[in-house]
């Protein structure tokens, strides 16, 4: 068995200027750089998702009516209205430009169901329909995941879940993260929550691909 890094987001609508810009979402980008560089010269597949919504995603503040930020409820269950970001074939879906996608392994879709959101990389918010991520690892004989990306206290988070509860290794590799923080303390608490449901952090330093 091996491992994969596995990209979360690194998408230009998350970034300074983009439609539900991260604080400091570009920092990570020198990180991704750095762990795509390492994780090759190791034989290690490169994966990155991308947040793929329909133009009339039920999560946008524009379709539901609701504002931005404030909670409603999609598919039954709760959601944050979000801003319209990361439409498919938009600008701001595309990963950020010093990423190249021709060096990725895998890439991902989420989020293209416009009637429910989905901010982990393998299911849906409901855990009702999967990606094609899991069979993909399967395939590959991959146990062990190294994570990173935007935003940590959505994406990151329900993506590391999900894989913990799958049964894989996970690595958050922290100073590759970035979150929302609708409250300040969001991202830090998002990081406990994944090291106490079994996830390792680590700063990109101490990771050996
Ligand atoms: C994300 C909110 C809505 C994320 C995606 O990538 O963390 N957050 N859609
Ligand atoms: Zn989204």
Redesign the pocket.
């Given at each position: 068995m091996s491992a994969a890094l596995l990209l979360i987001d690194l998408q230009n609508d998350f970034c300074p200027q983009g439609a539900?810009a991260v604080s400091e979402g570009d920092r990570v980008i020198p990180i991704a750089l750095n762990a795509i560089k390492q994780a090759q010269q190791n034989s290690v597949p490169v994966i990155a998702t991308q947040?793929w919504?329909p133009a009339q995603?039920g999560?946008f503040a524009s379709q539901s009516g609701g504002k931005i930020g404030e909670m409603g409820e999609l598919a039954g269950l709760e959601q944050i209205w979000?801003p319209d970001?990361?439409v498919q074939g938009s600008e701001g879906a595309e990963f950020h430009p010093l990423l190249n996608a021709a060096h990725f392994d895998h890439i991902v879709h989420k989020?293209t169901d416009a009637s429910i959101?989905?901010?982990s990389a393998f299911f849906d918010n409901g855990r009702r329909a999967s990606t094609e991520l899991h069979h993909w690892l399967q395939r590959h004989q991959i146990d062990t995941l190294y994570m990173m990306g935007l935003a940590t206290d959505y994406?990151v988070k329900y993506s590391v879940m999900d894989a913990l509860h799958l049964g894989y290794r996970v690595v958050v590799i922290t100073d590759g993260c970035r979150g929302v923080n609708i409250k300040p303390e969001d991202s830090k608490i998002a990081l406990q929550q994944m090291q106490t449901l079994g996830a390792t952090l680590m700063t990109l330093s101490d990771v050996r691909f």
């Open positions: 539900l947040d919504h995603h999560s979000w970001h990361c989020g959101d989905s901010y994406c």
